[in-house]
DNA sequence: CGAAGATCGTTGGATATCCTACGATCCATA
DNA sequence: TATGGATCGTAGGATATCCAACGATCTTCG
């Protein structure tokens, strides 16, 4: 989970279907002849925000999924590579998803030979995640998915824009997440 | 849905459950002390997209939860409002989500005595969806929320980059959608 | 007209996610 | 040192969402 509710959310082992699951198709701005009007919703940052994750988030499920790993894999592998040693929680809290939603994940992980869980030697509970080399070796994979997509993003957003619109957005993270609550 | 994906305040009297089961409390890049490294996330655009997103999510979910409706109520309403007569397929359309997604939602909302879903006298297949009175007085109510979220929005990404941010947001949009499939 | 194909809304199956509860373990304090 | 409270990871329960399949209806074309 790195990516959030969908944007960049891990799939789950769909050998048997390689439909995504929760990759919607939303078509919604494209006017076409849709002639549909959103009324508020048209000028609301809100709305936009969800639908622009929501389509970051298709697209790069689309790329990932070449690979038999999900969006959401990515960050998981990313955070634990940097990370060698943290526990289940510390590396929900880092990439945003309920430590319970990772126990899945991480032993899907663990199973396909990508990580590995040892108990933590000074905490007896918690578990210390690092990556294997088969893990490293997914992670690149990954990396070059995601660094094509976000290639495609910042094409979109135009290299003039991009630091002003991460910036606009990490603010928004920032203050958001202090009202939390 | 014009937001996210889960934002689902408690109502009151929830005598079966009452946690909000969608909304998740990222805390993420906050820092505090959680001296989590993001690596590669840390400037990709793709994953602020979704932290951002999530992070606005959870935020008017906590506003409209007050009214006993959730997030996903307001665009629905807004667009039936906007759109009187138009089919759930349509309405799915607009709002971004499957038209199977929309069927428990628009039971409840009818149930609720918000909108009527009469047959299409021209289709048979279909219902024409419109809302009722209260409808029209909840949305109202929602409306108001969406409107001190978005200012809340609109503080945090400053008046001055606000066109160009919904821009961005716009152009990824349109741009990634085109791309689907 | 009549049959094939498309579309509408519902149902069923699957995944992702959250929160709460719980046993195990750790820590602070009496 | 004992006890209570905090925290770790897992299990259960609930919701949101997607896609596929289905019956009903519409449309197209022979």
New binding site residues.
């Given amino acids: 989970?790195a990516?959030?509710?969908?944007a960049?959310?891990?799939?789950?082992?769909?050998q048997?279907?390689?439909?995504?699951?929760?990759?919607?198709?939303?078509r919604v701005l494209s006017g076409g002849q849709g002639r549909i009007r959103l009324g508020l919703l048209n000028d609301t940052l809100g709305f936009h925000l969800r639908l622009a994750q929501?389509a970051s988030f298709v697209a790069f499920a689309r790329r990932s999924g070449t690979s038999g790993l999900?969006?959401?894999h990515f960050a998981t592998l990313v955070v634990i590579h940097e990370n060698p040693g943290?526990?289940?929680?510390?590396?929900?809290a880092a990439v945003?998803?309920?430590?319970?939603?990772?126990?899945?994940?991480?032993?899907?992980l663990e199973q396909r030979g990508l990580i590995r869980?040892d108990r933590?030697a000074?905490?007896?509970?918690?578990?210390?995640?690092t990556l294997t080399p088969a893990g490293e070796g997914a992670l690149a994979a990954l990396a070059a998915h995601a660094a094509a997509h976000d290639a495609d993003l910042d094409r979109l957003v135009g290299a003039e824009n991009r630091a002003a619109f991460l910036d606009t957005l990490r603010r928004l993270i920032a203050g958001l997440e202090s009202d939390d609550r």
């Fill in positions: 989970m990516q959030p509710s969908r960049n959310p891990p799939r789950a082992t769909n048997t279907k390689a439909r995504s699951s929760q990759a919607p198709a939303l929501e999900k969006p959401g943290l526990s289940q929680t510390a590396l929900g945003g998803r309920d430590k319970s939603t990772l126990t899945p994940r991480l032993t899907e869980r933590a000074t905490d007896r509970r918690s578990y210390a995640l």
